[in-house]
């Protein structure tokens, strides 16, 4: 059942540079984990991340630390 869900990823890359993406997805609950990843990929890759260091962009290779994944009550 496709349920909707928000997720928090932490993590770090080269360096040492922190950063952390936050969204909302739509999905099975097994389906969760690689769609936050995908969604949390493109927003760092865009600049949308948000950066321990402002204006210092991350370089992989990346080293996550955290992943939070709730259910939004509807």
Known sequence: MIKSYSYT???????????KTAGRIDCEFADCLIFAIRESFEQLTQGKAVYGRPGMGCAGPYDIHKVLIEQVKQ
């Open 9 to 19: 990823i932490e993590s770090s890359g080269a360096g040492g540079h922190t950063w």
